[in-house]
């Protein structure tokens, strides 16, 4: 008998074993696993979803290269029990601090950057006029050499034309900033809503199709109230927490 909550939509236009995917990883610390953390067999989880057992070894394979399971030969297909890190968002959000005792080699790498023009939502958000020149950056964060985060950061380019240069050197926007006289900022505004990821999250944060990322779209500030970032940040979040409260 299949429950309410296991029916895979067979005309939804998503495939059946990234739904059994979804399904599986939302069960993970539930009672689909017994106490040691072990799935139950493959014919059962077919039977479990009304599917073949060929569609439920896709979802596993799919939920091992995402780090969320590991199989075992003879033993089994198993919860890989990592702690996910938690990630304050507070006023003075860092990424650096904000890991700080949980991971020992923190940062972020610069895959992509580029000057543009600001579109409406853009110029909005850092107070500036739509169509003023902005750069725009794409990083990685990595904790411990685990991508975590993927993040797009946009910068008023009259003010912080040089910050593609300094941030690729010092892995870090505080670092940079402050190399360009921002030597202090908070986060105006957070907002928080979660997906399932993009092509290009899925390939930077290793995860699988289907896999479900935070994302925090924000503004930081300088202390005269002025924005100097406007940010759209894409967690793991089988890796990530966000912990939301004051610093």
């Known amino acids: 008998m299949i429950a309410q909550s296991d029916r895979i939509e067979r005309q939804s236009g998503i495939a059946m074993w990234r739904q059994i995917a979804d399904a599986i990883r939302a069960g993970l610390a539930g009672p689909l696993v017994d106490a040691d953390g072990k799935l139950p067999p493959e014919k059962a989880l077919a039977e479990r979803f009304g599917v073949n057992r060929h569609t439920v070894r896709a979802a596993i394979r799919a939920l091992a290269h995402e780090g969320a399971v590991e199989s075992h030969q003879g033993r089994g297909t198993f919860v890989r029990r990592k702690p996910r890190l938690t990630y304050p968002i507070g006023q003075r959000t860092r990424f ?19 000057r543009e023009s600001a579109t409406a939502s853009v110029a909005r958000a850092l107070d ?31 003010r912080f034309g040089a910050i593609a240069d300094v941030f690729a050197r010092s892995r870090s926007v505080t670092r940079a900033l402050a190399q360009l006289g921002v030597t202090d900022y908070v986060r105006a ?59």
């Open 189 to 247: 505004w957070t907002r928080i809503e979660a997906r399932h990821g993009a092509t290009g999250d899925l390939d930077h944060l290793r995860l699988s199709p289907g896999a479900i990322v935070l994302v925090a779209e924000a503004v930081n500030a300088d202390l005269d109230g002025r924005p100097v970032q406007y940010a759209i940040t894409r967690f793991a979040a089988d890796r990530v927490s966000l912990q939301v409260g004051g610093d």
């Open 128 to 158: 500036i006029t739509t169509g003023t020149p902005v750069i725009c950056l794409e990083s990685v964060g990595l904790a411990d050499g685990v991508p975590v985060s993927r993040a797009t950061s946009w910068f008023d380019a009259g």
């Open 96 to 114: 650096s601090e904000g890991l700080e005792g949980q991971a020992s080699d923190r940062g972020a790498e610069l895959i992509a950057q580029r």
